[in-house]
Protein backbone atom coordinates (compact mmCIF):
# COMPACT_ATOMS: atom_id res chain seq x y z
CA UNK A 1 0.00 0.00 0.00
CA UNK A 2 1.41 3.47 -1.39
CA UNK A 3 0.61 6.44 0.72
CA UNK A 4 -1.35 9.62 -0.88
CA UNK A 5 1.10 12.04 0.61
CA UNK A 6 2.67 15.39 -1.03
CA UNK A 7 5.04 13.87 -3.29
CA UNK A 8 2.09 11.22 -4.49
CA UNK A 9 0.08 14.08 -5.68
CA UNK A 10 3.45 16.09 -6.67
CA UNK A 11 3.51 13.16 -9.20
CA UNK A 12 0.92 11.82 -10.25
CA UNK A 13 -1.34 14.68 -11.18
CA UNK A 14 1.26 15.88 -13.73
CA UNK A 15 1.59 12.23 -15.07
CA UNK A 16 -2.06 11.84 -15.64
CA UNK A 17 -2.98 15.13 -16.93
CA UNK A 18 -0.05 14.21 -19.36
CA UNK A 19 -1.53 11.11 -20.37
CA UNK A 20 -5.03 12.90 -21.27
CA UNK A 21 -2.91 14.83 -23.31
CA UNK A 22 -0.92 12.43 -25.21
CA UNK A 23 -4.17 10.04 -25.44
CA UNK A 24 -6.93 12.96 -26.46
CA UNK A 25 -4.51 14.80 -29.09
CA UNK A 26 -1.59 12.85 -29.66
CA UNK A 27 -2.13 8.88 -30.57
CA UNK A 28 -1.41 7.36 -27.77
CA UNK A 29 2.33 6.99 -28.52
CA UNK A 30 4.15 8.58 -25.07
CA UNK A 31 0.99 8.18 -22.98
CA UNK A 32 2.78 5.50 -21.29
CA UNK A 33 5.55 7.97 -20.23
CA UNK A 34 2.86 8.25 -17.26
CA UNK A 35 3.34 4.79 -15.72
CA UNK A 36 7.13 5.09 -16.49
CA UNK A 37 7.14 8.14 -13.80
CA UNK A 38 4.57 6.56 -11.59
CA UNK A 39 6.47 3.27 -11.20
CA UNK A 40 9.59 6.11 -9.86
CA UNK A 41 7.61 6.32 -6.47
CA UNK A 42 5.37 3.21 -6.68
CA UNK A 43 5.96 -0.59 -7.50
CA UNK A 44 5.40 -1.23 -11.26
CA UNK A 45 2.07 -3.17 -10.13
CA UNK A 46 0.84 -0.35 -8.59
CA UNK A 47 1.51 2.11 -11.16
CA UNK A 48 0.20 0.22 -13.55
CA UNK A 49 -3.01 -1.01 -11.73
CA UNK A 50 -3.19 2.97 -10.54
CA UNK A 51 -3.35 3.89 -14.09
CA UNK A 52 -5.67 1.78 -15.95
CA UNK A 53 -9.19 2.86 -14.85
CA UNK A 54 -7.65 6.62 -15.60
CA UNK A 55 -6.87 5.63 -19.02
CA UNK A 56 -10.17 3.97 -19.39
CA UNK A 57 -11.74 7.52 -17.88
CA UNK A 58 -9.39 9.45 -20.74
CA UNK A 59 -10.63 7.01 -23.63
CA UNK A 60 -14.49 7.52 -22.96
CA UNK A 61 -13.37 11.00 -22.55
CA UNK A 62 -11.99 11.07 -26.34
CA UNK A 63 -14.04 8.81 -28.25
CA UNK A 64 -16.89 11.71 -28.42
CA UNK A 65 -14.94 14.13 -30.40
CA UNK A 66 -13.26 11.16 -32.68
CA UNK A 67 -16.30 9.28 -33.35
CA UNK A 68 -16.43 7.72 -36.80
CA UNK A 69 -13.32 9.78 -37.96
CA UNK A 70 -11.17 6.83 -37.67
CA UNK A 71 -9.64 4.11 -40.49
CA UNK A 72 -11.63 1.09 -39.58
CA UNK A 73 -9.49 -1.36 -42.36
CA UNK A 74 -6.34 -0.84 -39.99
CA UNK A 75 -7.97 -0.36 -36.49
CA UNK A 76 -9.72 -3.95 -37.07
CA UNK A 77 -6.64 -5.45 -37.67
CA UNK A 78 -4.90 -3.69 -35.03
CA UNK A 79 -7.82 -4.74 -32.76
CA UNK A 80 -7.96 -8.66 -34.23
CA UNK A 81 -4.48 -8.70 -32.60
CA UNK A 82 -4.66 -7.21 -29.65
CA UNK A 83 -7.22 -9.37 -28.11
CA UNK A 84 -4.64 -12.42 -28.15
CA UNK A 85 -1.60 -10.11 -27.30
CA UNK A 86 -3.50 -8.87 -23.99
CA UNK A 87 -4.11 -12.89 -23.56
CA UNK A 88 -0.25 -13.43 -24.01
CA UNK A 89 0.79 -10.11 -21.70
CA UNK A 90 -1.54 -11.53 -18.61
CA UNK A 91 0.36 -15.42 -18.70
CA UNK A 92 3.72 -13.53 -19.00
CA UNK A 93 2.71 -11.00 -15.95
CA UNK A 94 2.11 -13.68 -13.42
CA UNK A 95 5.48 -15.19 -13.64
CA UNK A 96 7.45 -11.40 -13.75
CA UNK A 97 8.74 -9.70 -10.92
CA UNK A 98 8.74 -5.78 -10.12
CA UNK A 99 12.81 -5.33 -11.16
CA UNK A 100 11.64 -7.11 -14.64
CA UNK A 101 8.64 -5.35 -15.10
CA UNK A 102 11.30 -1.93 -14.74
CA UNK A 103 13.70 -3.22 -17.24
CA UNK A 104 10.73 -4.01 -19.56
CA UNK A 105 8.80 -0.32 -19.36
CA UNK A 106 12.47 1.41 -19.14
CA UNK A 107 13.59 -0.53 -22.21
CA UNK A 108 10.67 0.67 -23.89
CA UNK A 109 10.80 4.02 -22.99
CA UNK A 110 14.59 4.27 -23.96
CA UNK A 111 13.96 2.55 -27.18
CA UNK A 112 10.90 4.16 -28.39
CA UNK A 113 13.08 7.13 -27.80
CA UNK A 114 16.06 5.77 -29.97
CA UNK A 115 13.91 4.70 -32.78
CA UNK A 116 12.26 8.63 -32.88
CA UNK A 117 15.40 9.84 -33.25
CA UNK A 118 17.27 7.58 -35.79
CA UNK A 119 14.18 8.32 -37.94
CA UNK A 120 14.27 11.87 -37.59
CA UNK A 121 17.79 11.93 -38.08
CA UNK A 122 17.84 9.49 -41.50
CA UNK A 123 19.80 7.34 -40.03
CA UNK A 124 16.82 4.30 -40.66
CA UNK A 125 14.25 4.90 -43.45
CA UNK A 126 10.72 6.06 -42.87
CA UNK A 127 8.19 3.83 -44.36
CA UNK A 128 8.27 4.20 -48.53
CA UNK A 129 5.15 1.84 -48.92
CA UNK A 130 2.06 0.69 -46.78
CA UNK A 131 2.64 -2.40 -44.44
CA UNK A 132 0.45 -5.18 -45.62
CA UNK A 133 -2.29 -6.73 -43.66
CA UNK A 134 -0.36 -9.27 -41.73
CA UNK A 135 1.74 -6.87 -40.01
CA UNK A 136 -1.29 -4.80 -38.66
CA UNK A 137 -2.45 -7.90 -36.67
CA UNK A 138 1.20 -8.73 -35.55
CA UNK A 139 1.55 -5.10 -34.37
CA UNK A 140 -1.67 -5.46 -32.68
CA UNK A 141 -0.36 -8.40 -31.07
CA UNK A 142 2.55 -6.74 -29.18
CA UNK A 143 0.58 -3.41 -28.74
CA UNK A 144 -1.77 -5.52 -26.88
CA UNK A 145 1.08 -7.52 -24.98
CA UNK A 146 3.54 -4.74 -24.35
CA UNK A 147 0.06 -2.54 -23.37
CA UNK A 148 -1.14 -5.35 -20.56
CA UNK A 149 2.51 -5.28 -19.06
CA UNK A 150 3.62 -1.67 -19.10
CA UNK A 151 0.93 0.38 -20.57
CA UNK A 152 3.14 0.94 -23.57
CA UNK A 153 0.83 -0.24 -26.31
CA UNK A 154 1.29 3.16 -27.60
CA UNK A 155 4.32 2.72 -30.09
CA UNK A 156 3.94 -0.49 -31.96
CA UNK A 157 0.24 0.51 -32.90
CA UNK A 158 1.79 4.13 -34.57
CA UNK A 159 4.68 1.85 -36.56
CA UNK A 160 1.94 0.83 -38.49
CA UNK A 161 -0.30 3.10 -38.49
CA UNK A 162 1.97 5.58 -39.56
CA UNK A 163 2.79 3.63 -42.74
CA UNK A 164 -0.45 3.60 -43.63
CA UNK A 165 -0.54 7.49 -44.67
CA UNK A 166 -3.70 8.13 -43.05
CA UNK A 167 -4.17 11.92 -41.69
CA UNK A 168 -3.67 13.45 -38.13
CA UNK A 169 -7.23 13.42 -37.27
CA UNK A 170 -7.52 10.03 -38.38
CA UNK A 171 -4.41 8.40 -36.69
CA UNK A 172 -5.36 9.76 -33.80
CA UNK A 173 -8.97 8.53 -34.05
CA UNK A 174 -7.73 4.74 -34.69
CA UNK A 175 -5.55 5.04 -31.44
CA UNK A 176 -8.83 6.26 -28.99
CA UNK A 177 -10.70 3.24 -30.68
CA UNK A 178 -8.08 0.36 -30.75
CA UNK A 179 -6.85 1.36 -26.97
CA UNK A 180 -10.09 1.97 -25.84
CA UNK A 181 -11.04 -2.04 -26.76
CA UNK A 182 -7.53 -2.85 -25.29
CA UNK A 183 -7.97 -1.40 -22.04
CA UNK A 184 -11.32 -2.72 -21.76
CA UNK A 185 -10.06 -6.33 -22.28
CA UNK A 186 -7.00 -5.70 -20.01
CA UNK A 187 -9.14 -4.56 -16.56
CA UNK A 188 -10.84 -8.41 -16.33
CA UNK A 189 -7.30 -10.03 -16.36
CA UNK A 190 -5.81 -6.95 -13.90
CA UNK A 191 -8.49 -7.64 -11.31
CA UNK A 192 -7.87 -11.45 -11.13
CA UNK A 193 -4.52 -10.74 -10.87
CA UNK A 194 -5.53 -8.72 -7.67
CA UNK A 195 -4.06 -5.85 -8.95
CA UNK A 196 -6.75 -3.32 -7.90
CA UNK A 197 -7.72 -2.34 -4.38
CA UNK A 198 -9.74 -0.18 -2.55
CA UNK A 199 -6.48 2.07 -1.79
CA UNK A 200 -5.99 2.44 -5.54
CA UNK A 201 -9.64 2.97 -6.24
CA UNK A 202 -9.91 5.92 -3.77
CA UNK A 203 -6.26 7.29 -5.69
CA UNK A 204 -8.22 7.46 -8.79
CA UNK A 205 -11.08 9.06 -8.03
CA UNK A 206 -9.47 11.45 -6.25
CA UNK A 207 -7.39 11.64 -9.97
CA UNK A 208 -9.90 11.01 -12.19
CA UNK A 209 -10.88 15.12 -12.33
CA UNK A 210 -7.16 15.53 -13.89
CA UNK A 211 -7.49 12.40 -16.13
CA UNK A 212 -10.37 14.49 -17.91
CA UNK A 213 -8.37 17.82 -17.43
CA UNK A 214 -5.57 15.97 -19.49
CA UNK A 215 -8.19 14.89 -22.18
CA UNK A 216 -10.15 17.84 -22.79
CA UNK A 217 -6.41 19.59 -23.24
CA UNK A 218 -5.17 17.08 -25.57
CA UNK A 219 -8.17 17.39 -27.33
CA UNK A 220 -8.19 20.93 -27.95
CA UNK A 221 -4.01 20.74 -28.23
CA UNK A 222 -4.84 18.00 -31.48
CA UNK A 223 -6.31 21.91 -33.05
CA UNK A 224 -4.08 24.22 -32.45
CA UNK A 225 -0.48 23.44 -31.62
CA UNK A 226 2.38 22.16 -32.64
CA UNK A 227 3.24 18.66 -31.70
CA UNK A 228 6.94 18.85 -32.35
CA UNK A 229 7.19 20.69 -29.14
CA UNK A 230 5.25 18.20 -27.15
CA UNK A 231 6.51 15.46 -28.84
CA UNK A 232 9.75 16.76 -27.47
CA UNK A 233 8.74 17.07 -24.27
CA UNK A 234 7.46 13.37 -23.60
CA UNK A 235 10.76 12.09 -25.38
CA UNK A 236 13.15 13.97 -22.51
CA UNK A 237 10.54 12.30 -20.10
CA UNK A 238 10.88 8.94 -21.74
CA UNK A 239 14.76 9.06 -21.32
CA UNK A 240 15.06 10.43 -18.14
CA UNK A 241 12.41 8.34 -16.58
CA UNK A 242 13.32 5.05 -18.26
CA UNK A 243 16.86 5.52 -17.87
CA UNK A 244 16.13 6.09 -13.65
CA UNK A 245 13.95 2.70 -14.36
CA UNK A 246 16.60 0.66 -15.93
CA UNK A 247 18.95 1.29 -13.20
CA UNK A 248 16.63 0.59 -10.24
CA UNK A 249 15.83 -2.67 -11.96
CA UNK A 250 20.09 -3.64 -12.31
CA UNK A 251 21.02 -2.27 -8.89
Known sequence: ????????????????IFAGISKGGFG??????????????????????LMLPL?????????????????WPEARLLMLGAVPGVALGAIFF????????????????????????S?????INGFRRKLPPSVGIFAGLVAGFTSFVSHAGGPPAAVYLLSQRLTKTEF???TVLVFWVINIAKFVPYAYLGMFTWHTAWA????????????????????MISERLFFMIAYVLLTITGTKLIWDALT
Open 1 to 16: MFEMNLMFFAVAIPAV
Open 28 to 49: SGVAFASASILALILTPGQALA
Open 55 to 71: LMVIDVATLGPFWNRWS
Open 94 to 117: EVTDDDFLRLLIGGISVGFVAWHV
Open 119 to 123: QSNGW
Open 172 to 174: QAC
Open 204 to 223: DLLLAPFAILGAWLGVRAHW
